[in-house]
């Protein structure tokens, strides 16, 4: 099956090919006739499966063009960065139409987005919070809305939107077309499709935790950190056919650690990106990286939602991350566009119930690979390696109630005290040895 039998438009069908799609996803093939025919979609697809086409396509195929500056579709992301990633996939789709898109994130001057959504826009593509501000402003006019899609919204709901959310789909007209992806459809998905979605299709690319076909995993078992460092330094030193990784770190100051290690060794070749960096920063360093400047960017599992390159080799599982579908999400943004992509991951002792949890998910056990036989390891230990020294407490022995004394205790015999009250007749006898007597008046 190619674009063309789908029905897509002529403008739509030119863009395509001049950006080399000719062949649509599973997820594209099953979910454009179903939009087309006004029901609402609940798509379950991984990373990496093309969804962000496949809703785009059919909703700008529905467009039509109005003189109401409001929007007619809504598009709801949990991040700024895929705020940014679906404009530019609204731009690249509608080079031969006369589509306004315009994205709001926070973290920038709300007025200068109050501007340029009230001179007038088609499509708008937002994060929860910054779209419920503007509603508030009165610059966001929903009237006008007749499809609205909520892209990742498992993720959406885990970083805290579910009240913005809500009120969100309570502010737009009831009479509209609903259609949401995710990765998994949790208890909460579930509920708010319930409540929010009127008898949805349900369209599963692949089942969840699924590995996909054309990544290749391994995984190196390693003692700890620095080895983990002198790994992936060797790995790159040696290994020509990492071109484009992205390398995931469980936290923001281990991806700021690794990076000051690996800077030095590859200048101008590496970036970093985590929610502490500044949002020029973020859209820099993928712009960079998109553009082939930067070899690998280090990266936390939140803002690498919004990173989308097609070409990406490799991805680097530095540390194993504890939710079992943030793996899944990360090794998908490798193998894209049927092309083959490599996962590999570094897994101490310690990450191995984390692993355990992922092949559980997958129903896959991925392949150890074996460590290079030159390979450097370390025994220095990071502050959150060294074992613990617990010491127990001194126990101090609490007097029984028997064996206490009472309250009062008598003085003793020094520290008693008499008062006595000596007249002046004795004074004076003790004194002069007779009473001395008052001078009577002359």
């Not at 943030?326 to 692993?355: C, V, W």
């Amino acid at each position: 099956m190619t674009f063309t039998d789908l029905n897509i438009s002529t403008p739509l069908l030119r863009a395509l090919d001049e950006n080399g799609f000719t062949i649509p996803t599973t997820i594209q093939q099953r979910v454009y006739p179903v939009v087309m025919s006004g029901r609402d979609i609940c798509g379950i697809a991984q990373t990496g499966t093309g969804k962000t086409f496949a809703y785009l396509l059919p909703c700008l195929r529905q467009w039509t063009f109005s003189k109401n500056p409001s929007p007619q579709i809504l598009i709801l992301v949990p991040t700024r960065e895929l705020v940014v990633q679906v404009v530019d996939a609204i731009h690249l789709l509608s080079a031969y139409m006369n589509v306004k898109a315009v994205g709001v994130y926070g973290g920038v001057n709300i007025n200068t987005q109050k501007k340029e959504v009230e001179t007038g826009v088609d499509i708008l593509v937002a994060t929860p919070g910054r779209l419920y501000d503007l509603a508030m402003n009165g610059a966001f006019k929903t009237k006008m809305i007749r499809r609205l899609v909520i892209d990742e919204v498992d993720e959406m709901l885990n970083l805290g939107f579910r009240t913005q959310l809500k009120n969100i789909l309570e502010l737009i007209p009831a009479k509209r077309q609903n259609l949401m992806f995710s990765a998994t459809i949790t208890d909460e998905v579930e509920k708010l499709i319930s409540e929010y979605f009127n008898d949805p299709v349900y369209i599963e690319a692949a089942p969840t935790g699924t590995p996909l076909e054309n990544i290749n995993q391994g995984l190196y078992e390693v003692p700890n950190f620095n080895t983990k460092v002198n790994l992936l330094k060797q790995l790159l030193e040696s290994d020509q056919s990492m071109t484009r990784l992205l390398i995931f770190a469980a936290t923001k100051q281990l991806a700021d650690q690794l990076y000051e290690q690996l800077e030095p060794l590859f200048p101008g070749t590496a970036g970093v990106i985590h929610s502490n960096k500044e949002q020029n920063h973020r859209f820099n360093t993928v712009k960079q990286f998109k553009e082939g400047n930067y070899r690998f960017i280090i990266a936390t599992d939140i803002v690498a939602r919004g990173i989308d390159v097609a070409e990406v080799t490799h991805v680097i599982n530095f540390d194993m991350p504890a939710v079992p579908e943030n793996y899944m999400h990360r090794i998908g943004r490798t193998g894209r566009a049927d092309k083959q992509g490599i996962a590999i991951s570094f897994m101490t002792e310690k990450e191995r119930p984390y692993l355990k949890a992922i092949e559980s998910l997958m129903k896959y056990e991925v392949p150890v690979l074996p460590l290079p036989s030159d390979l450097l390891i370390s025994t220095v230990l990071t502050p959150d390696e060294e074992p613990k020294v617990y010491m127990k407490p001194p126990q101090v022995k609490i007097p029984k109630k028997e064996d206490a004394g009472p309250a009062f205790h008598p003085k003793s015999a020094k520290n008693s005290k008499v008062n006595f009250v000596v007249s002046r007749k004795d004074r004076m006898m003790a004194k002069y040895g007779k009473p001395l007597k008052r001078g009577g008046k002359k």
